[in-house]
């Protein structure tokens, strides 16, 4: 029997408003030493933030970084899960779309993300997350 996303993703999710400054939403990255942070409003997910976000988008063109407000410069586009998407659906997602992590949305509501590592920790899913990996990783 395949297991669902529901048995492997991290509950526990660090957030970015869309209001946050981009310093707080990489202070938090630092924080819980994290590339990517959801970006919530009222529980429903409206972005990702990465760090290639922030990089490519603010600090490539200088300025004043402390008035750039995440919805700025965060990714809109947003693939997501469901707690019920069994693993090997999400490892081919994330290798289709060349995604190292996943948010878990139930009913539009951000209740987990799930990570390629998580897959990895699964032995029975150390195949799909090396195979996604290297998906990911093609130009």
């Known amino acids: 029997m ?3 996303i529901r048995e492997i993703m991290a509950n526990n999710v660090a957030t970015v408003t869309t ?7 990489a202070q ?3 924080q819980y030493n994290i590339g990517s942070v959801p970006v919530v409003e009222n529980g429903n ?3 990702m933030l990465t760090d290639r976000d922030i990089v490519l ?9 402390s008035n750039i407000q995440v919805q700025q410069v965060m990714t809109t586009n947003v693939v997501t899960a469901t707690p019920d998407m069994d ?6 997602l994330m290798a289709s779309k060349q995604i190292r992590r996943l948010p878990v949305l139930d009913n539009k509501q951000l209740v987990g993300m799930v990570a390629l590592g998580d897959m990895a920790i699964e032995s029975d ?3 799909e997350a090396g195979d996604a990996l290297n998906n990911i990783s093609k130009p």
């Open 28 to 30: 938090i990255m630092s």
């Open 19 to 25: 209001q946050d400054s981009v310093i707080k939403a």
């Open 87 to 92: 693993i090997n659906q999400a490892a081919q």
């Open 57 to 65: 988008r603010t600090v490539a063109h200088g300025g004043d970084l």
């Open 125 to 127: 899913h150390i195949n």
């Open 2 to 4: 395949s297991q669902t």
């Open 45 to 47: 997910l409206v972005g």
